[in-house]
């Protein structure tokens, strides 16, 4: 099982990389995450030059529990470790300005991995979302 989890996660890497590369002269802020374990989130991020961004987290009562401001980088990798949280949904949302450019819900759960919430609205999660 952890061999087929390992598989999946480097075709979703190798589609991001791929998804970043098509798309890297564009002025937009592009962004995946993936989902490392029970406690590591990462999040890649294409930023254009002189753009500044915010990663907000919130918990599932709406309380910003995590915040970082990200300007003058072109190609990062964020690792955020949230195994100080206790097990509930968090909201990842990262804005350009005022303008949200991805929100992505996950569940951790106490000894378990960390899992995207289902969007009852699309079936299918936000693994990559751009």
Do not use: C, W
Not at 24 to 34: A, D, F, G, L
Not at 83 to 104: D, H, L, R
Request: no cysteine.
């Amino acid at each position: 099982m952890k061999t087929r989890s390992i598989q999946l996660t480097v075709v979703m890497m190798m589609f991001a990389a791929t998804m970043f590369a098509q798309n890297s002269s564009s002025n937009e802020v592009r962004t995946s995450m993936t989902l490392k374990g029970t406690d590591k989130v990462e999040i890649r991020m294409m930023i254009p030059d002189d753009e500044v961004v915010v990663l907000n987290v919130y918990s599932n009562t709406d309380k910003k529990v995590f915040t970082k401001r990200i300007k003058n980088k072109s190609n990062l990798l964020i690792s955020h470790n949230i195994a100080p949280f206790p097990a509930g949904t968090y909201t990842y949302e990262i804005k350009n300005g005022k303008k949200i450019v991805s929100s992505t819900q996950i569940v951790k759960a106490l000894g378990k991995d960390l899992v995207y919430k289902p969007n009852l609205d699309n079936p299918k999660p936000n693994k990559v979302i751009i």
